[in-house]
């Protein structure tokens, strides 16, 4: 079985600062996927970044980017010129290649951005 | 599209009472599943669907029921409620296999409180 762990579980920035979010995980795979949820105070679930593991690439999404560091397991997201509107928790996710989209989360990072 | 959705968002119910949480999505999605999230953790994996009429378990099946007999549509039931299933509810939808292309979208959530 898998295992998703983020031992951050809250954390604060200034508003145009960067902060890294830590996500480790654990699995005998070697093809499965990556993911960061942001959860609002809203509760939708709302997906910032995926990473494929047989990518060696880090992902990016426009202030969001990944650190992949396949042999350590672990995949950490770095937030760059943080906005108000990042203030959410935010969930590691870790899937299985073909695995029917069985998501296994990290118990989430409280972010909070502060003006 | 109205993507995904839930009904109710919001029930309280007694211990012993059954119920169905409804789950409905207009994207022809075949792969439909169900989480649950507990207070400060990550939400995990109820069951899961990758086509009518065909259905598995996930990490905590114990206590709930789901049939798929439509595309659409993907109920969870409660047989008989214990407050140990007071949680959120999250259902969740995707065209394949979610992974390098194919996104899982999350429905609004449904809160359960059971007395």
């Known amino acids: 079985a898998q295992t998703v762990t983020q031992s951050q579980p809250e954390m604060s920035v200034q508003e145009a600062e960067t902060v890294t979010l830590s996500c480790t995980y654990d699995?005998?795979?070697?093809?499965?996927?990556l993911f960061w949820y942001k959860q609002p105070p809203s509760r939708q679930m709302i997906l910032v970044i995926r990473?494929?593991?047989?990518?060696?690439q880090n992902a990016t999404e426009n202030r969001f980017s990944v650190n992949f560091q396949k042999a350590a397991k672990s995949f950490s997201l770095k937030i760059s010129d943080s906005q108000l509107g990042d203030t959410a928790m935010y969930f590691c996710?870790?899937?299985?290649?073909?695995?029917?989209?069985?998501?296994?989360f990290g118990g989430g990072t409280r972010l909070m951005v502060k003006p | 599209n109205a993507g995904v959705t839930q009904t109710p968002k919001f029930q309280v119910l007694k211990t012993g009472q059954s119920m169905t949480l409804q789950c409905a999505q207009d994207?022809?999605?075949?792969?439909m599943s169900w989480y649950r999230q507990d207070p400060g953790m990550g939400l995990r994996l109820i069951h899961y669907?990758?086509?009518?009429?065909?259905?598995d378990q996930g990490e905590v099946p114990n206590g709930y029921n789901v049939s798929r007999s439509t595309t659409e549509d993907f109920p969870l039931r409660l047989l008989s409620a214990a407050p140990s299933q007071t949680s959120v509810y999250f259902c969740?939808?995707?065209?394949?296999?979610?992974?390098?292309?194919?996104?899982?979208?999350f429905g609004p959530g449904t809160r359960l409180l059971v007395l």
């Open positions: 994207m022809n999605h075949e792969y």
């Open positions: 699995t005998s795979e070697n093809n499965y996927y």
């Open positions: 990473q494929e593991a047989y990518k060696q």
């Open positions: 969740a939808s995707s065209y394949g296999l979610a992974g390098a292309t194919e996104t899982q979208y």
């Open positions: 996710a870790f899937m299985k290649h073909n695995a029917g989209n069985m998501l296994t």
């Open positions: 669907s990758v086509g009518a009429g065909i259905t």
